[in-house]
T-cell receptor
Framework: QKEVEQDPGPLSVPEGAIVSLNCTYS??????FMWYRQYSRKGPELLMY????GNKEDGRFTAQVDKSSKYISLFIRDSQPSDSATYLC???????????FGKGNQVVVIP | NAGVMQNPRHLVRRRGQEARLRCSPM?????VYWYRQLPEEGLKFMVY????????ESGMPKERFSAEFPKEGPSILRIQQVVRGDSAAYFC?????????FGQGTRLTVV
């Protein structure tokens, strides 16, 4: 089983829809959970950072972590064409601070 | 506070030459990560370093690749005797222990 599983998509949604992305993981030591957004030919940009279980909201973005299920989610409300990008989940913990990434989920928001 | 700086942004090397990629972390960050990204693929972990120490190099090819993060100066990813298969985007990220921030990457093309 891979350390972090993320369905690579792609995912196409109409403008204004809710985008729902998720990752599962196998390492129960992970405590820090991140979502990155990567535009084509650019470096990943940190979107959301969450410690342990719970929800975090920032504008149109909501991150959820369920450690008991080893499952994290990112929701984008009122999606815009500018949200079209690849979204990567990442997590770390367990002592060595190495970040483990999902493969990334390509999202296309259609005007 | 400048972000993570990588240079050069683009690097062209002939087969058999050496490639040296540089990464200056954000001020105050002592952790550096290197990732490789092939077109249409996710980020692949290569190596995690703290000042003067390699913490985890489990993603580094055993031959031709090396990395360092000296006490002074940038982190260097060195690829000796490059081959066409080394052509990729190489991203560096830095952190002080939890969330990481990425540079814009170096795109290596081997001709």
């Amino acid at each position: 089983q891979k350390e972090v599983e993320q369905d690579p998509g792609p995912l196409s949604v109409p403008e204004g829809a809710i985008v729902s992305l998720n990752c599962t993981y196998s390492n129960s030591a992970f405590q820090y959970f991140m979502w990155y957004r990567q535009y084509s030919r650019k470096g990943p940009e940190l979107l959301m950072y969450t410690y342990s279980s719970g929800n975090k909201e920032d504008g149109r973005f909501t991150a959820q972590v369920d450690k008991s299920s080893k499952y994290i989610s990112l929701f984008i409300r009122d999606s815009q064409p500018s949200d079209s990008a690849t979204y990567l989940c990442a997590m770390s913990g367990g002592g060595n601070n190495r970040l483990a990434f999902g493969k990334g989920n390509q999202v296309v928001v259609i005007p | 506070n400048a972000g993570v700086m990588q240079n050069p942004r683009h690097l062209v090397r002939r087969r058999g030459q050496e490639a040296r990629l540089r990464c200056s972390p954000m001020k105050g960050h002592s952790h550096v990560y290197w990732y490789r990204q092939l077109p249409e693929e996710g980020l692949k972990f290569m190596v995690y370093l703290q000042k003067e120490n390699i913490i985890d190099e489990s993603g580094m090819p055993k031959e031709r690749f090396s990395a360092e993060f000296p006490k002074e100066g940038p982190s260097i990813l060195r690829i000796q005797q490059v081959v066409r298969g080394d052509s990729a985007a190489y991203f560096c990220a830095s952190s002080w222990g939890t969330e990481a921030f990425f540079g814009q990457g170096t795109r290596l093309t081997v001709v």
